[in-house]
């Protein structure tokens, strides 16, 4: 068999490994880097929501201009710059000043303790007990303060019952304490648990003077508010409930919105690249459709390789602090985009077929009923896709801290988490997703990825060990590697001639501005109000009953004809120069099976040729 190589395409497969290995570094690590900064949960949900809608906006507006006045390559090579300039000045962005954990200090008969409510991660007591030893850490505290307190405050600690120096009108009690790290209580109180830091013979510093913080039995119960200062950040993150910033505060906070501007900045570049890109493939391709899950399994191997790499690098250079240094991948991100950019300008794409009306045309699609069936089954893939993308690593980082596994290697496991995902799950299924596409059709294998997105959550609903979800991660060729070949696919067959980029751009916007969108503000409420495990178990089987709905209405289409579903009067409007959905399928078809014909000839069509 003669070896050929398609040098027409080479730049494309250039574009899609380094745009995806540019991207690979940075888009996974935003969500945890947002929680590092300081934000919530339901901060990361709210951002993540918006940003697909961004995305949304901005795809089916640069495609409408990408095709109404050609300027396609223009487009693609300014998206890229954006996305790697945009990535590169997240690297700047500041932590928020992140509150003191708020804690109350006890004193009575005799016995001084600090006390500390909340919902944190489990195994805290023996996170701290472990990283401190038998070590003890001097603690500023600043607590509200009552009127009786001073009393006893005056007449026990400092025993200056008549020339007290204390304001006795002041509503701030400031005082020092040491509290003993090898000796922590936890105690389950009124469905929370706290812990209880011991004070060693009830030992502190008021107004200068070392003291001992006593309560006498007979007096009122001594408890106070406060916000406590040991000057050390691991204490600070272990309790770092009380330490994140919620949506309103980050609203008046600059550096939360440069940190969202960048992100929105480099969403709008990446749907501009994504999109036309794919726009751009398609019309090399002609009508070698079943050919795009092998150009695309290139971006697979970038973002698989660089994904590994780049956990790997964050755990070195991450050693010995309790923060990650992200830097790294902000550089890596810049210089593969500018490859990319290198790369791109040798495409050589020249738009084949122009519209007349493009909107009318693109429009005509919702007057499809197969076509809105496969609007809506994108947006359920979205929910689901969102919830991988956004909070998998989140719920991985909870699994570490909950088991005591030690994080000194979550990078490490997320960048194999990605590796598998392409390596193991996207690379094969791309490659392959022609084949199958042919085998089982595009509605068939619309059900399939469905199911597989239930039976991955309910997998991850179980997981108790972090590690045990690398096996877990090879359905993501089935959850997005097949899933994304069918949606391009489709789109490509049924987009009106000349509106290719746009109607990429449309599907591309109902799958990440409506499906991702939705997904990622309903997955940081879930993950805040119930929790992770749950999260992914409603997700489970959501994605199971969608399934089984998909499949009962695409065997009522089937039992009811192609054209049964169809409004004749909506029938009658459409363009004669336009085909419709099955007409277009039908083609697609015809020329999958001239492939087969051409392969077994044995003419130019080595897989690396294509």
Same mark, same amino acid.
């Given at each position: 068999?003669?070896?050929?190589?398609?040098?027409?395409?080479?730049?494309?497969?250039?574009?899609?490994?380094?745009?995806?290995?540019?991207?690979? #570094?940075?888009?996974?690590?935003?969500?945890?880097?947002?929680?590092?900064?300081?934000?919530? %949960?339901?901060?990361?949900?709210?951002?993540?929501?918006?940003?697909?809608?961004?995305?949304?906006?901005?795809?089916?507006?640069?495609?409408?201009?990408?095709?109404?006045?050609?300027?396609?390559?223009?487009?693609?090579?300014?998206?890229?710059?954006?996305?790697?300039?945009?990535?590169?000045?997240?690297?700047?962005?500041?932590?928020?000043?992140?509150?003191?954990?708020?804690?109350?200090?006890?004193?009575?008969?005799?016995?001084?303790?600090?006390?500390?409510?909340?919902?944190?991660?489990?195994?805290? =007591?023996?996170?701290?007990?472990?990283?401190?030893?038998?070590? %003890?850490?001097?603690?500023?505290?600043?607590?509200?303060?009552?009127?009786?307190?001073?009393?006893?405050?005056?007449?026990?600690?400092?025993?200056?019952?008549?020339?007290?120096?204390?304001?006795?009108?002041?509503?701030?009690? =400031?005082?020092?304490?040491? @509290?003993?790290?090898?000796?922590?209580?936890?105690?389950?109180?009124?469905?929370?648990?706290?812990?209880?830091?011991?004070? #060693?013979?009830?030992?502190?510093?008021?107004?200068?003077?070392?003291?001992?913080?006593?309560?006498?039995?007979?007096?009122?119960?001594?408890?106070?508010?406060?916000?406590?200062?040991?000057?050390?950040?691991?204490?600070?993150?272990?309790?770092?409930?009380?330490?994140?910033?919620?949506?309103?505060?980050?609203?008046?906070?600059?550096?939360?919105?440069?940190?969202?501007?960048?992100?929105?900045?480099?969403?709008?570049?990446?749907?501009?690249?994504?999109?036309?890109?794919?726009? @751009?493939?398609?019309?090399?391709?002609?009508?070698?459709?079943?050919?795009?899950?092998?150009?695309?399994?290139?971006?697979?191997?970038?973002?698989?390789?660089?994904?590994?790499?780049?956990?790997?690098?964050?755990?070195?250079?991450?050693?010995?602090?309790?923060?990650?240094? +992200?830097?790294?991948?902000?550089?890596?991100?810049?210089?593969?985009?500018?490859?990319?950019?290198?790369?791109?300008?040798?495409?050589?794409?020249?738009?084949?077929?122009?519209?007349?009306?493009?909107?009318?045309?693109?429009?005509?699609?919702?007057?499809?009923?197969?076509?809105?069936?496969?609007?809506?089954?994108?947006?359920?893939?979205?929910?689901?896709?969102?919830?991988?993308?956004?909070?998998?690593?989140?719920?991985?980082?909870?699994?570490?801290?909950?088991?005591?596994?030690?994080?000194?290697?979550?990078?490490?496991?997320?960048?194999?988490?990605?590796?598998?995902?392409?390596?193991? !799950?996207?690379? #094969?299924?791309?490659?392959? /997703?022609?084949?199958?596409?042919?085998?089982?059709?595009?509605?068939?294998?619309?059900?399939?990825?469905?199911?597989?997105?239930?039976?991955?959550?309910?997998?991850?609903?179980?997981?108790?060990?972090?590690? +045990?979800?690398? #096996?877990?991660?090879?359905?993501?060729?089935?959850?997005?590697?097949?899933?994304?070949?069918?949606?391009?696919?489709?789109?490509? @067959?049924?987009?009106?001639?000349?509106?290719?980029?746009?109607?990429?751009?449309?599907?591309? &916007?109902?799958?990440?501005?409506?499906?991702?969108?939705?997904?990622?503000?309903?997955?940081?409420?879930?993950?805040?109000?119930?929790?992770?495990?749950?999260?992914?178990?409603?997700? !489970?089987? &959501?994605?199971? @009953?969608?399934?089984?709905?998909?499949?009962?209405?695409?065997?009522?289409?089937?039992?009811?004809?192609? /054209?049964?579903?169809?409004?004749?009067?909506?029938?009658?409007?459409?363009?004669?120069?336009?085909?419709?959905?099955?007409?277009?399928?039908?083609?697609?078809?015809?020329?999958?099976?001239?492939?087969?014909?051409?392969?077994?000839?044995?003419? /130019?069509?080595?897989?690396?040729?294509?």
């Amino acid at each position: 068999m003669k070896m050929a190589v398609d040098k027409e395409l080479l730049p494309m497969k250039a574009h899609y490994f380094l745009f995806n290995a540019g991207t690979a #570094p940075v888009v996974p690590f935003m969500p945890t880097l947002a929680l590092q900064l300081g934000y919530s %949960s339901v901060v990361v949900g709210t951002m993540y929501m918006i940003l697909p809608i961004i995305g949304m906006l901005a795809k089916p507006l640069f495609g409408y201009i990408a095709d109404r006045f050609h300027r396609h390559r223009c487009l693609f090579l300014s998206g890229q710059i954006l996305t790697g300039v945009a990535f590169f000045m997240i690297m700047f962005v500041p932590a928020v000043e992140k509150p003191l954990p708020e804690v109350q200090f006890h004193s009575h008969a005799g016995v001084a303790s600090i006390r500390h409510c909340s919902p944190y991660s489990e195994n805290v =007591e023996s996170n701290l007990e472990s990283h401190y030893g038998n070590r %003890s850490l001097n603690c500023d505290m600043k607590c509200d303060a009552k009127p009786f307190m001073w009393d006893i405050v005056c007449e026990n600690w400092l025993n200056e019952t008549v020339n007290c120096e204390m304001d006795r009108n002041s509503s701030l009690l =400031e005082f020092s304490t040491t @509290i003993s790290m090898n000796d922590i209580l936890e105690i389950n109180e009124n469905d929370k648990k706290c812990l209880h830091f011991l004070i #060693p013979r009830d030992h502190g510093v008021v107004a200068g003077k070392n003291r001992t913080l006593y309560s006498p039995k007979e007096k009122q119960y001594f408890e106070a508010n406060c916000r406590m200062d040991c000057h050390d950040d691991y204490i600070k993150n272990q309790l770092r409930e009380s330490a994140v910033i919620n949506t309103k505060g980050a609203m008046g906070l600059p550096e939360f919105w440069f940190f969202f501007g960048m992100l929105i900045i480099s969403w709008v570049g990446m749907a501009v690249v994504v999109s036309i890109g794919d726009a @751009i493939c398609f019309g090399i391709l002609g009508e070698r459709h079943h050919l795009y899950g092998k150009q695309r399994l290139c971006g697979s191997l970038g973002w698989g390789l660089f994904a590994l790499l780049a956990g790997v690098l964050v755990d070195q250079m991450s050693s010995g602090d309790v923060n990650k240094n +992200y830097t790294i991948v902000f550089w890596m991100a810049l210089v593969i985009m500018g490859c990319d950019f290198f790369a791109s300008t040798k495409l050589r794409h020249a738009q084949k077929h122009l519209s007349s009306n493009i909107l009318r045309d693109v429009g005509q699609m919702f007057l499809s009923f197969r076509c809105i069936v496969f609007f809506l089954w994108c947006v359920a893939i979205g929910l689901g896709t969102a919830l991988i993308w956004n909070f998998l690593f989140i719920y991985l980082e909870e699994l570490d801290k909950a088991y005591d596994m030690g994080d000194s290697s979550i990078k490490t496991l997320e960048g194999l988490v990605m590796g598998i995902q392409c390596f193991g !799950g996207e690379l #094969p299924f791309f490659f392959l /997703s022609g084949w199958i596409l042919k085998r089982m059709g595009h509605v068939n294998v619309m059900s399939l990825v469905l199911f597989a997105f239930g039976v991955r959550f309910i997998l991850y609903s179980m997981l108790q060990n972090p590690w +045990y979800i690398l #096996p877990i991660e090879l359905l993501n060729g089935l959850t997005f590697g097949l899933f994304y070949a069918t949606m391009a696919s489709y789109a490509s @067959i049924v987009a009106p001639p000349g509106t290719e980029a746009t109607m990429q751009s449309l599907v591309g &916007a109902i799958f990440e501005g409506v499906g991702v969108s939705m997904g990622s503000l309903i997955g940081g409420l879930l993950f805040d109000s119930v929790s992770a495990r749950t999260t992914f178990e409603i997700f !489970g089987i &959501a994605a199971f @009953i969608i399934f089984i709905i998909h499949v009962i209405i695409q065997m009522i289409l089937q039992r009811n004809g192609n /054209s049964g579903v169809e409004n004749g009067k909506a029938r009658e409007s459409i363009s004669e120069s336009t085909v419709s959905v099955e007409r277009r399928e039908e083609e697609g078809a015809k020329v999958d099976q001239l492939a087969n014909n051409k392969a077994k000839t044995g003419f /130019s069509d080595v897989d690396l040729s294509s």
